[in-house]
T-cell receptor, first 114, second 111 residues
Framework: SQQGEEDPQALSIQEGENATMNCSYK?????LQWYRQNSGRGLVHLIL?????REKHSGRLRVTLDTSKKSSSLLITASRAADTASYFC??????????????FGKGTKLTVNP | GAGVSQSPRYKVAKRGQDVALRCDPI?????LFWYQQALGQGPEFLTY????????KSGLPSDRFFAERPEGSVSTLKIQRTQQEDSAVYLC?????????FGPGTRLTVL
């Protein structure tokens, strides 16, 4: 079963605009990760945020985490056509830490138009 | 070094055939995971190894699915008597700690 839900399911923007995707989850977690998947390719890890962190940046990516609301957001600034992909959040269900199975949402399909 | 590799990349099987999917994890990664991704969905967990020990197989959908990692490195996911509902992309991931690195997947089509 899938724990998270991404919102929106699909997002279409123009190059240069910012894209915001949201993720909600159900159980307590150790960390939350965001992945990107291009059509027909594997998942690429983007960023990991731990449960005791509230915000994290990596290049054009900004991730926030609100454990009280069990939600996270991924912001991509100054989007490019190459950012077109599906984006998934994944949580580890708050296990003992270390390597744990990931529970993915259904993803947000982002289209960046040139 | 090299990332996670999987073979074959594509597999077409007739219903009832057995298939074997291979995963080569990143060298030194202790943990290995298998996920199944149906079209338009996020990946769903199948099973997890720590070295050669299969610690969690709660996601395997039926007893037709079997996974092994006998020497704690390469892993094989075997599906016996394939059914049409087994059609999906099968993803393998390895990790040393929290971050999981995914392979390109094997797209299985059962006719």
């Amino acid at each position: 079963s899938q724990q998270g839900e991404e919102d929106p399911q699909a997002l279409s923007i123009q190059e240069g605009e910012n894209a915001t995707m949201n993720c909600s989850y159900k159980t307590s977690i150790n960390n939350l990760q965001w992945y990107r998947q291009n059509s027909g390719r594997g998942l690429v890890h983007l960023i990991l945020i731990r449960s005791n962190e509230r915000e994290k940046h990596s290049g054009r990516l900004r991730v926030t985490l609100d454990t009280s609301k069990k939600s996270s957001s991924l912001l991509i600034t100054a989007s490019r056509a190459a950012d077109t992909a599906s984006y998934f959040c994944a949580t580890d269900e708050g296990g003992r830490g270390g390597s744990e199975k990931l529970v993915f949402g259904k993803g947000t399909k982002l289209t960046v138009n040139p | 070094g090299a990332g996670v590799s999987q073979s074959p990349r594509y597999k077409v099987a007739k219903r009832g055939q057995d298939v074997a999917l291979r995963c080569d994890p990143i060298s030194g990664h202790v943990s290995l995971f298998w996920y199944q991704q149906a079209l338009g969905q996020g990946p769903e967990f199948l099973t997890y190894f720590q070295n050669e020990a299969q610690l969690d197989k709660s996601g395997l959908p039926s007893d037709r699915f079997f996974a092994e990692r006998p020497e704690g490195s390469v892993s094989t996911l075997k599906i016996q008597r394939t059914q049409q509902e087994d059609s999906a992309v099968y993803l393998c991931a390895s990790s040393f700690y929290s971050e999981q690195f995914f392979g390109p997947g094997t797209r299985l089509t059962v006719l």
